[in-house]
């Protein structure tokens, strides 16, 4: 089968999240099950030199943007079994940064990315990559069906192509005014509620979930979550729920080589399942060591590496946290976790590391919460991915409340590593991660029925007491070895599904 993987990051050329992992990792699984894959992607500033030098291909080609038109050109790389592309035009993608800067949004971005998607269309067919499916991601590449079943529906090059859509967050839809409907070539007819118009405006996320023959999201609840109501669907649930029959949740994957503590060269020591006891424990006294933490006593450590986000809980953790912090003088009410019920302190009861940037205010509050119990509480404003992978690996527990979360990685990664996740029940979460009152055959973490502080309390409570029971807690670390998050399963299905989508193409 001949797929086109359209997307605006991929690992390991570009990447701000769990998008770039997923594209990059399918599109290797599917290249080694012996399909032929083009990924198509932006020639962003940071792309090219290192192991992955480009190739300019073909002669410039033009792109129609309302009454103007603009160049591109594009450079070819091969990643293992996998042809990449990428659409160079500096005009759009000579940036430091590929959506957006501190002071928010590019202005341009409707522009860009109507220019990428045709440019997508236009490129497959300059290099002769005739797809029997594209696959295209989020509402960067959204576009790109609706052009197959309109504009290009007679071009002879895609009359039998197949599109699916896969939604990585429902939340991020490409919202623009009415007046980019002149730059993406459709016409006034196209602008109406059942197909591209929302409230006034285009939204480039739906033009995909009406015009794509199918429609994926990254877990099984999570399509659910998005079909049932406005808060989760973000006003989309309705188009979904037309769509139903059309839509199928499948559990990402992570890529269990790049992750895998064996093998893993950024850790101070190895190991498996069979000696998984003191590689932890080595790791986590490394960690410690870095962050200046107490390192007395057999303390639970909780790791967080997030996005700092209201939508992953994050403010819930400072509230649970401050805990850790002696309490104003007079203070009273309930006990925190750390504190007991009489308010005092319950000495060390856990220590937190936190490795992130993102929102402001949580930003100053995990910072005020590190100065304030510089032996409890560590916070890193940065990514670094070194740290990232001490973090999984040192960590007794990792945290993520999140009150929505479409798949989720960390909790997988932090499994990979013999590390207990403590999670909300929502989307993926709740598909991936096995409460410990299912009993301890087959727990693997511990889950919280809503996310709010008095559920975290309880649910991190009650982790912490599990924790005490070293041989319940060593079996729970084993049944999280064991969990199989590689993308074998997922890849299969999505390749039941291209087939599906062809059939109705």
């Excluded at 990428?86 to 993608?93: G, H, T």
Aim: contains cysteine; hydrophobic residues 40%.
């Amino acid at each position: 089968m001949r797929i086109l993987m359209a997307s605006s990051e991929a690992v390991p050329f570009c990447k701000t999240g769990g998008l770039a992992d997923v594209v990059g990792a399918l599109s290797q699984v599917l290249s080694q099950k012996g399909h032929e894959i083009a990924l198509f992607l932006p020639k962003y500033r940071s792309v090219g030199g290192g192991p992955h030098s480009l190739k300019p291909v073909g002669r410039p080609f033009w792109i129609p943007l309302g009454e103007k038109v603009e160049k591109a050109v594009l450079n070819h790389t091969r990643w293992g079994n996998v042809q990449v592309y990428f659409i160079e035009a500096p005009k759009y993608f000579d940036r430091q940064e590929l959506y957006r800067t501190g002071a928010g949004d590019y202005e341009d971005n409707a522009e860009r990315f109507i220019f990428f998607s045709r440019a997508v269309l236009e490129g497959a067919k300059l290099v002769g990559f005739k797809p029997d499916v594209i696959h295209v991601h989020d509402w960067q590449t959204a576009l790109i069906p609706a052009y197959l079943k309109t504009l290009y529906r007679i071009d002879a090059f895609y009359v039998q192509t197949a599109a699916l859509l896969t939604i990585h967050n429902i939340a991020y839809q490409g919202l623009f005014s009415k007046e980019v409907l002149f730059l993406t070539g459709f016409g006034w007819a196209d602008f109406t509620p059942e197909k591209l118009e929302f409230f006034g405006k285009v939204n480039f996320l739906k033009a995909g979930l009406v015009y794509a023959d199918l429609l994926t999201t990254v877990s099984p609840t999570y399509a659910l979550e998005i079909q049932s109501s406005a808060e989760f669907g973000r006003g989309m649930e309705g188009v979904l729920r037309t769509r139903s029959k059309d839509l199928v949740g499948i559990l990402n994957g992570i890529d269990v080589e790049g992750w895998n503590p064996e093998s893993d060269s950024l850790l101070p020591v190895r190991y498996g399942i069979d000696n998984v006891e003191a590689g932890k424990k080595a790791c986590k006294a490394k960690l410690r060591e870095q962050c200046g933490l107490s390192s007395i006593g057999d303390i639970p450590l909780v790791g967080i590496v997030s996005r700092l986000d209201p939508q992953k809980g994050l403010d819930l953790v400072l509230e649970v946290f401050q805990g850790l912090v002696p309490p104003p003088a007079g203070e009273t009410g309930s006990a925190p976790l750390g504190r007991s019920a009489g308010g005092g302190m319950v000495g060390a009861a856990v220590q937190l590391v936190v490795l992130g940037t993102g929102d402001t205010f949580l930003q100053q509050g995990f910072t005020r919460l590190s100065v304030s119990a510089p032996s409890q509480v560590y916070f890193r404003a940065t990514f670094d991915e070194g740290f990232a992978h001490l973090i999984y690996a040192g960590s007794d527990l990792f945290l993520m409340p999140s009150r929505f979360e479409p798949c989720g990685l960390g909790q997988m990664i932090a499994m990979r590593y013999g590390t207990i996740p403590v999670v909300t029940r929502t989307g993926g979460l709740a598909d991936t991660v096995a409460d410990f009152s299912h009993g301890i055959k087959e727990a693997n973490g511990f889950v919280s029925s809503k996310a709010d502080m008095e559920n975290l309390n309880t649910t991190l409570r009650a982790a912490l007491s599990v924790y005490a029971q070293k041989p319940v807690w060593k079996q729970l670390v084993l049944n999280a070895l064991g969990t199989d998050f590689s993308w074998e399963q997922s890849a299969s299905m999505y390749v039941d599904l291209y087939q599906k989508a062809m059939q109705k193409a």
